[in-house]
């Protein structure tokens, strides 16, 4: 289960920890989900998710402000639990000094943002929603042609490094070689990305590791990338049907998603990297609502009908 560290998230969000004496080191969160606690400030409890990160904006600073004295400590023993990774104050506001007793006593840090409530929201459920994604590594490459993510895969050897150099000469972005992490954001969108050890470089049998970024320039590398399509590339098998129209769609699966899939028959003489860029642009159109496949099946089906009328 992947899990991010408080300390992270303060380095992140750019967040200042009002109780420094609480050890954080072995504090983290596992759950890409926020809660603004003010029902349970108000004495409902149930369904109270404690294990996420909660949130305190204006509204229940101003409702916290308002509680009695006798009522205050019993409301914030109840929010303030041993499983929540932190508390959060937006707009700078200065939390209750009975809510930091309580905090120091159950060991909650209580971290502050200058940021507005909605944009703080926004942006960590954002960020967390990426780093605790579900994530896998598969072997391949993954480029950026056109601004769509093409991660090309295939046997050892096969050439994918080199169609990923060519593609990088003529203006395309890498994102990763060798090895690709894949983390699911949402039930559409996975991305793609490189492991710390192997980002910005290339192996190319023959020559040995290349940087791109240093070699290349900045502008011909990218650190995550959305993935549209996958390209599998093949040894070329005469006796072996391929498809040649492209009307109905392959699909191939990671982490539930479905994404579309070309499988591309390699030998002496094809251009990978024109293929890649030729795949790319008609996936693009495919999106725009227009697919040759079917303009060409349309035409077929007209002349068809013509002859049959002058008949």
Request: aromatic fraction near 6%; proline fraction near 4%.
């Amino acid at each position: 289960m992947s899990t991010v560290a408080v300390s992270r998230l303060i380095e992140k969000m750019e967040l200042v920890n009002l109780t420094p004496d609480i050890d954080i080191k072995g504090r983290k969160i596992t759950i890409p989900d926020i809660n603004r606690p003010a029902l349970q400030l108000a004495g409902y409890l149930q369904h109270y998710e404690a294990a996420r990160v909660q949130i305190i904006g204006f509204v229940e600073a101003t409702y916290m402000e308002g509680l009695d004295p006798a009522d205050k400590k019993e409301r914030y023993e109840h929010v303030l639990s041993n499983n929540t990774p932190c508390f959060v104050f937006c707009r700078e506001i200065e939390p209750d000094p009975t809510f930091v007793d309580v905090a120091r006593e159950k060991g909650v840090p209580i971290l502050v943002t200058k940021r507005a409530t909605s944009d703080f929201m926004a942006e960590i459920i954002r960020w967390l929603n990426v780093e605790l994604a579900p994530c896998i590594s598969v072997h391949g490459v993954l480029v950026d042609v056109y601004g769509e993510g093409v991660l090309i895969t295939g046997e050892s050897g096969i050439g994918k490094s080199e169609a990923a150099l060519e593609l990088i000469k003529r203006g395309h972005r890498l994102v990763t070689d060798d090895v690709v992490e894949i983390r699911k954001v949402s039930e559409e969108t996975l991305i793609g990305s490189a492991p710390d050890i192997t980002k910005h470089l290339i192996e190319l049998r023959g020559i040995g590791i290349v940087d791109v970024k240093m070699l290349f320039g900045v502008s011909c590398v990218k650190d995550t990338q959305a993935i549209d399509l996958v390209i599998r590339l093949e040894e070329w098998d005469k006796d072996k049907d391929y498809d040649r129209i492209g009307l109905e769609e392959n699909y191939i699966e990671y982490l539930g998603n479905k994404v579309v899939c070309h499988n591309i028959p390699i030998r002496p003489g094809r251009n990978l990297a024109i293929i890649c860029e030729s795949a790319a642009v008609n996936y693009r159109q495919k999106k725009m609502g227009y697919n040759a496949a079917q303009e060409l099946y349309s035409r077929l089906q007209n002349s068809f009908n013509k002859k049959k009328e002058d008949e």
